[in-house]
């Protein structure tokens, strides 16, 4: 289980830091990932972890202004918010490496968590 929290209302220029704390598990995931997804547009990789090796990807359009960390959950500090960023945001795991990449076929999800920039 994924939970998430940290989301809420900011403004632009400002900052926020997402957490997501796994439960349940034997191990921890060894790739573990935040996506986002604003109404009416497709889901969105922001973030991703090998956790294993602590190997973080950001993707290209945010990775000046996201950062990604770990210890007992996995953070998303997102500072210089911009209203484009206003979104659901979801943590999500899987085990292995798929071939589509850092953000393909992930498998357990949270239930996201509200993050609004005006």
């Known amino acids: 289980q994924l939970v998430e929290s940290g989301g809420g209302s900011v403004q632009a220029g400002g900052s926020l830091r997402l957490s997501c704390a796994a439960s349940?598990?034997?191990?921890?995931?060894?790739?573990m990932a935040w996506f986002r997804q604003a109404p009416g547009k497709e889901r969105e990789g922001v973030a991703a972890i090998l956790t294993t090796r602590g190997t973080i990807y950001i993707a290209d359009s945010v990775k000046d202004r996201f950062t990604l960390s770990r210890d007992n959950a996995l953070h998303l500090q997102m500072d210089s918010l911009k209203p484009e960023d206003t979104a659901m945001y979801y943590c999500a795991s899987r085990q292995y490496w798929k071939s589509g990449g850092w953000f393909a076929e992930y498998d357990t999800w949270g239930q996201g968590t509200q993050v609004t920039v005006s």
């Open positions: 349940g598990y034997t191990t921890t995931p060894n790739y």
